[in-house]
């Protein structure tokens, strides 16, 4: 089993940046598949970006794709969520996700273990 933490959230003006981490207990980090997610008032959960166990596949939702970039650090249990040119669009909780597979996925309900999210807000 794993525990997962989000830092890095906050208050940050549009076209601005922040860098979200999830610092993972356990030994195991690099068995896992990591995700983002994020959630906005009143909508559903949505896929933001997705990583390998290794760090070599990654996956992102088109909206964040040229802003957003994930990576991690299998030495540190942590995943990162490098977020640059933010919007307005762009605020909600965010979540980070682990999966004990291979493979990266899209869905949410694929991943095993979750954090308790961290809020994003960007003001316009």
């Known amino acids: 089993q794993v525990q997962l933490v989000e830092s890095g959230g906050g208050l940050v003006q549009a076209g601005g940046s922040l860098r979200l981490s999830c610092a993972a207990s356990?030994?195991?980090?690099?068995?896992?598949?990591m995700g983002w997610f994020r959630q906005a008032p009143g909508k559903e959960r949505e896929f933001v970006a997705a990583i390998s166990r290794s760090g070599t596949n990654t996956d992102y939702a088109d909206s964040v794709k040229g802003r957003f970039t994930i990576s991690r650090d299998n030495a540190k249990n942590t995943v990162y969520l490098q977020m640059n040119s933010l919007r307005p669009e762009d605020a909600a909780v965010y979540y980070c996700?682990?999966?004990?597979?291979?493979?990266?996925?899209?869905?949410?309900?694929?991943?095993?273990?979750w954090g308790q999210g961290t809020q994003v807000t960007v003001s316009s």
């Open positions: 996700a682990a999966r004990v597979s291979v493979f990266i996925t899209t869905t949410p309900t694929l991943y095993n273990y």
């Open positions: 356990g030994r195991t980090f690099s068995s896992y598949a």
